[in-house]
């Protein structure tokens, strides 16, 4: 545990290091914060909160900068003070009734307004397609061997899976098949149907032609089982300079690979998580990761994240993703 007065230096050494981007002096707090104390008790509580491992003294400068246990630190006291009543967000409602039938876009104007109202890159993860809900099943014959299934889903979403099919299936067999799934799993996720087809025995249809529309689903899904919307790239370029080339570049290679969707799924949950450096990946550095859970209409679920250098205005974007 630190003293209540360790800890407010510590909150301005970090608030003042994510604004100034440079090491931060007694001197400095002093005059910027009016604190009613000598820069000699502040260097000996900056000392001691570098003892601890919050603070870490740079070779270019006798200022301190926050070490990532130090930001850490900072975050929990943060999230532990911040109110968590959630406000309506008129912008976000406005933008949703004119595009309530196209989940796709929603989702990807969500990542590019927060944003550009966090200043930094936002990542929205799509809902997962195994917990989405069947609206409508269609057969679409293509060629004689060739057989598109066309799912709807309740939330507008349409997913398209290709069967291969022998020429003798005829197309009131594929009409009879495709009524059987919309009378009985209308409503009901992906997950039970394909669970249920694991067994299915029809009368009126070859049960190889079972097998291969399951098996279609289950590749079309487990290839393609997220979408994920990528807002504010740019953010991350623009900052980029001599002093943070390789942790920016760490950032964008992470963004690129598909760990992020598995670090989301892993770690977000309805209330704010906060990540920073080695907590995400152990060979990760200068990175922090604001993540949480949103929910569209009730039926729409899914995970968001704001990232950015350790150096982030968190009480901004906790703010922010406080809403969802």
Same mark, same amino acid.
């Given at each position: ?70 930001i850490k630190y900072y975050v929990n006291q943060l999230l532990e003070t911040k109110s968590q009543s959630k406000k309506s967000l008129n912008w976000f409602e406005h933008f949703q009734d004119k595009n309530q039938y196209d989940v796709n876009a929603m989702l990807k104007w969500l990542a590019l307004e927060i944003s550009n109202r966090s200043h930094y890159t936002t990542v929205v993860l799509g809902p997962n397609k195994f917990s989405r809900f069947i609206f409508e099943i269609h057969f679409v014959r293509v060629s004689p061997t060739h057989l598109m299934g066309v799912i709807v889903f309740t939330d507008g979403y349409v ?9 003798? /299936?005829?197309? /009131? ?66 900052? /980029? ?10 950032? /964008? ?72």
């Amino acid at each position: 545990m630190i003293t209540e007065r360790q800890l407010q230096i510590l909150n301005v050494i970090v608030e003042d290091y994510v604004e100034l981007g440079q090491p931060i002096g007694s001197k400095s707090i002093i005059e910027r914060h009016q604190l009613p104390i000598s820069p000699a008790t502040v260097r000996n509580e900056m000392k001691q909160l570098e003892d601890l491992n919050l603070l870490e003294k740079t070779h270019t400068s006798s200022g301190r900068i926050p070490s990532e246990q130090g930001i850490k630190y900072y975050v929990n006291q943060l999230l532990e003070t911040k109110s968590q009543s959630k406000k309506s967000l008129n912008w976000f409602e406005h933008f949703q009734d004119k595009n309530q039938y196209d989940v796709n876009a929603m989702l990807k104007w969500l990542a590019l307004e927060i944003s550009n109202r966090s200043h930094y890159t936002t990542v929205v993860l799509g809902p997962n397609k195994f917990s989405r809900f069947i609206f409508e099943i269609h057969f679409v014959r293509v060629s004689p061997t060739h057989l598109m299934g066309v799912i709807v889903f309740t939330d507008g979403y349409v997913e398209k899976v290709h069967i291969q099919i022998h020429e003798s /299936l005829n197309q /009131l067999q594929i009409e009879k098949f495709m009524n059987y799934l919309n009378q009985y799993f209308k409503q009901n996720t992906l997950t039970t149907m394909i669970k249920t087809l694991e067994s299915l025995s029809l009368s009126f249809i070859d049960q190889e032609f079972i097998n291969n529309f399951k098996q279609a689903l289950l590749t079309q899904i487990n290839d393609h089982n997220e979408e994920m919307f990528l807002g504010g790239k740019m953010h991350l370029i623009d900052a /980029l300079d001599v002093t943070n080339v390789s942790m920016i570049q760490s950032i /964008l290679k992470y963004l690129e690979s598909e760990r992020i969707a598995q670090f989301l799924n892993e770690t977000s949950n309805d209330s704010i998580s906060v990540k920073i450096g080695q907590e995400i990946n152990k060979d990760l550095h200068g990175i922090s990761i604001i993540s949480t859970n949103y929910e569209i209409s009730g039926d729409i679920t899914g995970h968001l994240a704001v990232i950015g250098p350790t150096a982030m205005h968190y009480n901004k974007v906790i703010q922010l993703l406080n809403h969802f």
